[in-house]
Structure formats: structure tokens, C-alpha cells
């Protein structure tokens, strides 16, 4: 995460917490100086049952919210610096245009700011590799995980 300039005045540690498919995962605390670096990789494993199509996947996949938050830890529960949302689906499988074209490249984007955080807008970089498998379930019907 950059935000170049920007100076916090609390010093407590940074985490990011990434809410993908209806699961909460929270990476490792870092120091509160700008640039920020989370070298970890996040997991997130979901079956849905019943779906065969891959289209009506997608289409509950824009239905689905996904939601970064920076947060730094500022007692009693924490602050959100800066928060990101958008759709699963366009989370997972950004437009083409948008991206360099290869799977797993790094992605940039804006983050919206609290108003707890002065400056300007945090910008995380980032990538997603999504993996679409089928499997049965044991009344021999096929699903998608």
C-alpha cells in the first residue's frame, strides 16, 4: 500500500482485512509507515452447491460483496483507515481492458479514505488467481467449488 507524503500520527501497527466470499482473513500486522508491504498470500475456498453453469456462477458472484479495509490498531477495537468495495465478480475477473491481459498480474487501486485518515487516498497493489473446479457431490449431482 503507498500513500506517498503521508506521515500517521497514531504509530500502532497496520493489517488489512479482506472479506471474499462471505469469509473474513486478516493479514499479519505491520509498522505504520508508508509504503506498507504484505507479502502474504490469502485463501479463500468456497463451494456452491447446485450450480453447474459456470454463467450462473458469475452471476451470484455480482451479487456477492467483496471488502478491503486498512486498519490500524488504535485501542479499544481499531480505526479503518481506508476502506475498498466492489463486486466479487469483477474483484476475481477484472475486465480485461483494465488489467495488463495476464492472469495474476499485479492490480492497482484506489481506496477510499476515512475520515480518520488525512492525506490522500491509500493505493494497494495486488493480485488474484481464482481456480474453478468441478466436483461431485455424493448423490452424483456436479457442483462447482
Same mark, same amino acid.
Given at each position: 500500500?503507498?500513500?506517498?507524503?503521508?506521515?500517521?500520527?497514531?504509530?500502532?501497527?497496520?493489517? $488489512?482485512?479482506? +472479506?471474499?466470499?462471505?469469509?473474513?482473513?486478516?493479514? @499479519?500486522? &505491520? *509498522?505504520?509507515?508508508?509504503? !506498507?508491504?504484505?507479502?502474504?498470500?490469502?485463501?479463500?475456498?468456497?463451494?456452491?452447491?447446485?450450480?453447474?453453469?459456470?454463467?450462473?456462477?458469475?452471476? $451470484?458472484?455480482? +451479487?456477492?460483496?467483496?471488502?478491503?479495509?486498512?486498519? @490500524?490498531? &488504535? *485501542?479499544?477495537?481499531?480505526? !479503518?483507515?481506508?476502506?475498498?468495495?466492489?463486486?466479487?465478480?469483477?474483484?476475481?475477473?477484472?475486465?480485461?481492458?483494465?488489467?495488463?491481459?495476464?492472469?495474476?498480474?499485479?492490480?492497482?487501486?484506489?481506496?477510499?479514505?476515512?475520515?480518520?485518515?488525512?492525506?490522500?487516498?491509500?493505493?494497494?497493489?495486488?493480485?488474484?488467481?481464482?481456480?474453478?473446479?468441478?466436483?461431485?457431490?455424493?448423490?452424483?449431482?456436479?457442483?462447482?467449488?
Amino acid at each position: 500500500i503507498t500513500c506517498p507524503g503521508v506521515l500517521l500520527k497514531d504509530k500502532q501497527e497496520l493489517y $488489512l482485512n479482506v +472479506f471474499v466470499l462471505g469469509q473474513y482473513k486478516k493479514t @499479519q500486522c &505491520v *509498522p505504520a509507515v508508508f509504503p !506498507v508491504f504484505f507479502q502474504e498470500k490469502l485463501v479463500f475456498e468456497k463451494a456452491f452447491a447446485n450450480i453447474v453453469d459456470p454463467g450462473d456462477l458469475v452471476k $451470484l458472484l455480482e +451479487f456477492d460483496t467483496a471488502i478491503l479495509e486498512l486498519i @490500524q490498531l &488504535v *485501542p479499544p477495537e481499531g480505526k !479503518v483507515l481506508a476502506t475498498y468495495e466492489e463486486n466479487t465478480r469483477d474483484f476475481l475477473f477484472p475486465d480485461p481492458k483494465l488489467t495488463h491481459g495476464h492472469r495474476g498480474l499485479e492490480r492497482e487501486i484506489l481506496m477510499k479514505r476515512s475520515p480518520f485518515f488525512t492525506g490522500i487516498a491509500p493505493k494497494l497493489r495486488f493480485s488474484t488467481i481464482s481456480l474453478i473446479s468441478d466436483s461431485l457431490l455424493s448423490s452424483g449431482r456436479s457442483h462447482i467449488q
